[in-house]
């Protein structure tokens, strides 16, 4: 079917004066775009990406903001992982936050996931855990935000941010409305994901791109400059003044970057 469509791009061109080299060329630049599959990470939903997928499709991209069990690496990157096996084509994995450990996971075995791109998050390696992490490095006053953990029917407990200090601690770069929307739809994310250890790096593999803040208060700013750096990017970019959110309140800087994963070869 793929050869039937290049030969009548072909010999439309053809008819239209070009040659069958100049047709051949044009016809592979109509090549279909990778889907982006963007994953969020905890204290937010697939709606923190809102701004980032209105750019994207602008510019012809299939995306698909995946909704993160935030239950634990293992389990949270099988789920995304079918969400990548069920995508036409060429991937990228796009990560926020803790979303960032679970396309570390999701990656693996999906020979279809050609980019990985951390936006403020985590890129553990193997057998690292975002506590960890997080801990490495001075400079995240998360701990002094969290709401007293809630403990569901099976005995494990969920954390979430206090609402009131939402703004101040997650989104500081945003309006104060629109944070306090984000506040109130927060996703809890379970406490023994923090805390599980992560399965094969698959950004030893796999290309990456990094972008964050250098106000983040979340992630130690210097804790993702040294993840970033172990993984080899291919390009980091800091936006100054940005909070842990820089997809909110920067998305045309992510998506641009999301665009130049998508498009090297």
């Known amino acids: 079917m793929k050869k039937r469509l290049t030969g009548l791009v072909v010999g439309v061109a053809m008819l239209a004066g070009m040659s069958a080299a100049q047709a051949q060329g044009q016809a592979k630049t109509q090549a279909p775009k ?32 995946a909704a993160n069990p935030l239950r634990g690496a293992k389990s949270d990157g099988a789920s995304i992982g079918s969400v990548v096996a069920a995508a036409r084509g060429p991937v990228v994995l796009v990560g926020h936050s803790y979303g960032g450990n679970v396309i ?15 936006v403020s998050a985590f890129a553990p390696e193997t057998g690292e855990t ?14 002094q935000a969290l709401a ?5 029917a099976d005995g494990s407990k969920d954390l979430s941010i206090l609402q ?27 406490e023994a994901a923090l805390n599980e250890k992560s399965g094969d790096a698959a950004w030893k593999t796999i290309p990456s791109w990094f972008i964050y803040g250098d106000a983040d208060k979340n992630i130690p ?13 291919k390009d980091v970019v800091v936006v100054k003044g940005a909070s842990h ?16 994963a998508a498009s090297a070869k």
């Open 221 to 233: 700013p210097q804790a993702i400059a040294f993840m970033a750096k172990r993984a080899d990017a």
């Open 104 to 118: 570390t996971e999701a990656a693996n075995g999906h020979s279809n996931v050609k980019a990985l791109v951390y």
């Open 148 to 152: 007293p953990a809630v403990t569901l």
């Open 164 to 190: 009131d200090k939402f703004h101040a601690q997650f989104a500081a770069d945003v309006p104060a409305g629109q944070a306090a929307l984000m506040a109130a739809t927060q996703r809890p994310i379970a």
């Open 34 to 65: 990778p889907t982006v599959v963007l994953v969020h990470g905890a204290f937010a939903d697939a709606s923190s990406w809102n701004g980032v997928i209105k750019i994207l499709h602008k510019d012809g991209y299939t995306v698909i903001a």
């Open 245 to 260: 959110v820089v997809m909110v309140s920067h998305p045309a800087a992510v998506a641009k970057l999301i665009e130049t």
């Open 130 to 143: 975002v506590a960890g992490l997080a801990n490495q490095f001075p400079g995240s006053t998360l701990g």
